[in-house]
């Protein structure tokens, strides 16, 4: 069965540090889809970036980017330039783009911002 | 843009009482799904459905049902609700796999 690892429980950055969030997952599948959600204090959560395993280059969203390693099973979060609106929760998540349609998410790393 | 609306921010209900969480979203999307959160677990996943009148089970579906009469809306049924169902409760809705999911503003459930 596929698992979604986050490591970091809790990280905190300085503001307009940079900072990467961990996350590690295991499949058998070599096509399917990576995800970083974000979910701020009392907001709803909404998606940040993601990634096709089939691309080798690595998804950028403004501030945010990925190192997807895929042969290690890794997929970070950098956040650069942090600012206190990243002060969230934040779920990394997988989906195979060969079965069923659901989605499997870590348990989050909650993020902190110090100003 | 997408909207995922959940009936209630914040639900009280009493240990036995029948429940509905109700989630509408307005996008015409197949998938829809209902989600618990707790501290230190995550998301986890309890319903989803990939088509009206279809339900899959979750991850940790005991002591909840669903409900999807219509494409756009999916209901969350606890039959005799217990403690141990205090979460918060989120649903979202996808057009298919390999796109994002959009989630509601979430359900804060306290059973007593």
């Known amino acids: 069965a596929q698992t979604v690892t986050q490591s970091q429980p809790e990280m905190s950055v300085q503001e307009a540090e940079t900072v990467t969030l961990s996350c590690t997952y295991d499949?058998?599948?070599?096509?399917?889809?990576l995800f970083w959600y974000k979910q701020p204090p009392s907001r709803q959560m909404i998606l940040v970036i993601r990634?096709?395993?089939?691309?080798?280059q690595n998804a950028t969203e403004n501030r945010f980017s990925v190192n997807f390693q895929k042969a290690a099973k890794s997929f970070s979060l950098k956040i650069s330039d942090s600012q206190l609106g990243d002060a969230a929760m934040y779920f990394c998540?997988?989906?195979?783009?060969?079965?069923?349609?659901?989605?499997?998410f870590g348990k989050g790393t909650r993020l902190h911002i110090l100003p | 843009d997408v909207k995922v609306t959940q009936s209630s921010r914040y639900l009280v209900k009493r240990t036995g009482e029948k429940v509905f969480l109700e989630c509408v979203q307005d996008?015409?999307?197949?998938?829809m799904f209902w989600y618990r959160q707790d501290p230190g677990l995550g998301l986890r996943l309890i319903y989803f459905?990939?088509?009206?009148?279809?339900?899959e089970k979750g991850d940790i579906p005991e002591g909840y049902s669903v409900s999807r009469e219509k494409k756009e809306r999916f209901s969350l049924i606890l039959e005799s609700a217990s403690t141990n169902q205090t979460s918060m409760y989120l649903c979202?809705?996808?057009?298919?796999?390999?796109?994002?999911?959009?989630f509601g503003p979430g359900t804060r459930l306290t059973v007593t």
């Open positions: 979202a809705s996808s057009l298919n796999s390999h796109y994002e999911q959009y």
């Open positions: 499949t058998s599948e070599s096509d399917y889809y």
């Open positions: 990634q096709e395993a089939y691309k080798q």
């Open positions: 998540a997988y989906t195979s783009m060969n079965r069923d349609d659901k989605i499997i």
């Open positions: 996008m015409d999307h197949e998938n």
């Open positions: 459905s990939y088509d009206v009148k279809m339900k």
